[in-house]
């Protein structure tokens, strides 16, 4: 069974290549409470 936070930081350069790709959905998914929140007010 491998560490946990082996596994962790295996996942991480994975991640971190991926961040072009994901990087707008992850913008959006930060304006979007952002907004829905400046329309409750």
Partial sequence: MPN???ML???VPA??????SSQPQL???MASPATA????R
């Fill in 15 to 20: 991640t971190l290549t991926r961040g072009d």
């Fill in 27 to 29: 913008t959006q998914t």
């Fill in 37 to 40: 929140f400046k329309q409750r």
């Fill in 4 to 6: 946990p936070s082996s």
């Fill in 9 to 11: 930081l295996s996942t």
